[in-house]
């Protein structure tokens, strides 16, 4: 079962790095329900994750999320210790704090420009995430850590992609100066064949020619029927 878990992963991973070019170190943002699973579940986060998921990672959360834990008192005491742990990253609730739930979902707002992975037991907050193209979703189940496989919000979102239906911003500048190249190119294919086609010959000329040589060759019959027309006057 380890290794299908661990080939799995590695598919998933490929697919993220490949359409939204995820690149190490991986940046997880935790919230308290995924570390009281991982504390009841004896897993080291910060010693497995990382193999799971095939590279360097960092763990990181939010003031948001550790003030939610320092909230609900004794009872997630041991989740709070572990998220102390990780790097805050900056949120926009300095001075409101909001639920943790709410705080995670503002970190991936605008198509997850920093490539956060979401960790998490909290199963509403799960089915937000993938409603978000280019999330990738871990939760554990049955003492493992499980990367989830791709939403189709994602599986949507890159099919647009490779049918050109929808372009990243970023890319568009660079599309429009490419058609502009090829179609340069092109004009100058035409005008370089036009060139070629007019020092041919000239069909005209020929059809002048072969006109001539008709009436050359019906002048000397003209001439013979007149000798004899003299002959017989004679």
Same mark, same amino acid.
């Given at each position: 079962?380890?290794?299908?878990?661990?080939?799995?992963?590695?598919?998933?991973?490929?697919?993220?790095?490949?359409?939204?070019?995820?690149?190490?170190?991986?940046?997880?943002?935790?919230?308290?329900?995924?570390?009281? =699973? =991982?504390?009841?579940?004896?897993?080291?986060?910060?010693?497995?994750?990382?193999?799971?998921?095939?590279?360097?990672?960092?763990?990181?959360?939010?003031?948001?999320?550790?003030?939610?834990?320092?909230?609900?008192?004794?009872?997630?005491?041991?989740?709070?210790?572990? =998220?102390?742990?990780?790097?805050?990253?900056?949120?926009?609730?300095?001075?409101?704090?909001?639920?943790?739930?709410?705080?995670?979902?503002?970190?991936?707002?605008?198509?997850?420009?920093?490539?956060?992975?979401? =960790?998490?037991?909290?199963?509403?907050?799960?089915?937000?995430?993938?409603?978000?193209?280019?999330?990738?979703?871990?939760?554990?189940?049955?003492?493992?850590?499980?990367?989830?496989?791709?939403?189709?919000?994602?599986?949507?979102?890159?099919?647009?992609?490779?049918?050109?239906?929808?372009?990243?911003?970023?890319?568009?500048?660079?599309?429009?100066?490419?058609?502009?190249?090829?179609?340069?190119?092109?004009?100058?294919?035409?005008?370089?064949?036009?060139?070629?086609?007019?020092?041919?010959?000239?069909?005209?000329?020929?059809?002048?020619?072969?006109?001539?040589?008709?009436?050359?060759?019906?002048?000397?019959?003209?001439?013979?029927?007149?000798?004899?027309?003299?002959?017989?006057?004679?």
């Amino acid at each position: 079962m380890k290794l299908t878990r661990q080939k799995h992963a590695k598919k998933n991973m490929g697919f993220y790095k490949n359409n939204f070019h995820f690149r190490e170190p991986f940046q997880v943002l935790l919230d308290g329900t995924f570390c009281q =699973a =991982a504390l009841r579940n004896k897993i080291q986060i910060r010693e497995q994750l990382p193999g799971y998921l095939g590279g360097a990672t960092q763990f990181c959360t939010t003031r948001c999320v550790l003030k939610e834990l320092e909230s609900l008192g004794k009872a997630l005491y041991g989740a709070k210790l572990i =998220a102390q742990r990780f790097q805050v990253r900056n949120c926009s609730h300095h001075k409101d704090p909001v639920s943790g739930s709410v705080c995670l979902l503002s970190m991936i707002e605008e198509g997850n420009p920093h490539h956060f992975f979401i =960790a998490t037991q909290d199963q509403d907050l799960a089915n937000k995430v993938k409603k978000k193209a280019g999330v990738p979703l871990l939760f554990i189940i049955q003492n493992t850590m499980v990367l989830d496989k791709p939403s189709p919000k994602s599986l949507a979102f890159v099919q647009k992609l490779q049918m050109n239906q929808l372009v990243p911003e970023h890319h568009k500048q660079s599309i429009v100066q490419l058609k502009e190249k090829e179609g340069l190119s092109k004009q100058e294919g035409e005008k370089r064949r036009k060139r070629k086609r007019a020092g041919g010959p000239n069909p005209l000329s020929c059809l002048k020619k072969k006109k001539k040589k008709t009436q050359e060759g019906q002048e000397p019959s003209a001439e013979k029927k007149k000798r004899r027309k003299r002959k017989r006057n004679r």
